[in-house]
């Protein structure tokens, strides 16, 4: 599938800042079944973009703006192609129990514990407890049977959690939305001791029938000895399929959120994000791997009179985009 996908942030302050200092996982991963052909980070106020690879080797964009503004427009724009079959993991020959830690490669160890919003906790073991996991069951039927656990007990429902909120909170409402169910699965698999990640994405939407396309989107992957990583989406009880691309993977949402910065200024922050997607008919002409470009944003002049009542307060904020 040859897709293009406009990722739109809009960041609106109550008062002027004075200084805004930014990173970004907005560049889709080059993957074995995922190829990004193009990139281009449009960005407003003009600033000067530097990138580099994080731990997980995800792309990370960074810059700073160190001029009086009320607001900045971040717009992603990749052109990927993706060839990625849902897998039928029923079918694999991975069995549970997984090996012993000790005895599987030293990558998989961060994603096989608890940590952040994925909390061990009695109501997350009734649920391995329902799945009631035996000794030579298939891998693949039990990624399923967790699966579609999550989606006969739980209610997807925006408005009840934030992208920072523990898997305790789904667990005590039933209620929540993509990184919530993500967490939980992730969750209920590293209590099975099986390797789970969390990853950020975005999914074109099927027919309107999959949850969160108009937004970015969040997905559990597992891990499967013979395969290697197989992504779940609980929030739509799916394999992972062509019509999802994946931006960032960690070990939870702390890893990979789309923006997250400081700004300078005793101001309220809001958000809106927007995504779009389309499928293409051919590769288009003149893409270029990556480029960088400036919007008209307005910057002020440190003497401009909306500053002056402005005090030199610094406000660390953790610039989490509501996942859907």
């Not at 898997?167 to 209590?191: E, K, S, W």
């Not at 005090?311 to 985009?321: P, S």
Request: some cysteine; charged content about 20%.
């Amino acid at each position: 599938m040859l897709l293009q996908l406009t990722h739109t942030t809009d960041l609106a302050y109550s008062e002027m800042i004075s200084e805004s200092i930014m990173e970004l996982r907005m560049a889709p991963r080059q993957e074995q079944d995922q190829h990004r052909l193009s990139f281009k980070l449009s960005l407003g106020p003009a600033a000067s973009v530097t990138s580099y690879f994080d731990w997980l080797g995800n792309t990370v964009h960074t810059f700073s703006i160190a001029a009086f503004h009320k607001s900045i427009r971040i717009v992603a724009t990749s052109v990927v192609e993706t060839d990625r079959a849902k897998a039928e993991v029923e079918k694999f020959a991975d069995t549970w129990p997984m090996p012993e830690e000790d005895q599987v490669d030293y990558s998989l160890y961060d994603h096989l514990h608890f940590g952040g919003p994925i909390i061990d906790t009695p109501k997350l073991r009734e649920l391995v407890d329902i799945l009631h996991p035996q000794p030579g069951m298939s891998l693949g039927e039990l990624g399923l049977r967790t699966l579609h656990l999550i989606n006969e007990k739980f209610t997807y429902k925006k408005g009840m959690t934030s992208a920072a909120s523990p898997i305790t909170d789904i667990l005590d409402t039933g209620q929540g939305v993509c990184q919530d169910f993500t967490h939980l699965m992730i969750g209920i698999a590293r209590a099975m001791k099986i390797p789970a990640r969390y990853v950020s994405g975005m999914v074109h939407p099927d027919g309107e029938r999959y949850r969160g396309f108009s937004q970015t989107h969040a997905w559990c992957e597992m891990y499967f000895p013979s395969t290697g990583w197989i992504g779940f989406d609980p929030a739509n009880n799916c394999i992972v399929g062509a019509n999802f691309v994946k931006v960032a993977f960690g070990r939870d949402f702390r890893d990979v959120p789309p923006n997250k910065g400081l700004y300078r200024g005793n101001a309220k922050e809001s958000i809106e994000v927007q995504v779009q997607s389309e499928v293409l008919p051919s590769v288009p002409s003149e893409l270029a791997a990556e480029r960088v470009e400036a919007l008209s944003v307005p910057t002020y002049p440190a003497g401009y009179s909306i500053h002056r009542e402005m005090a030199d307060q610094q406000v660390e904020v953790q610039q989490q985009q509501q996942q859907s």
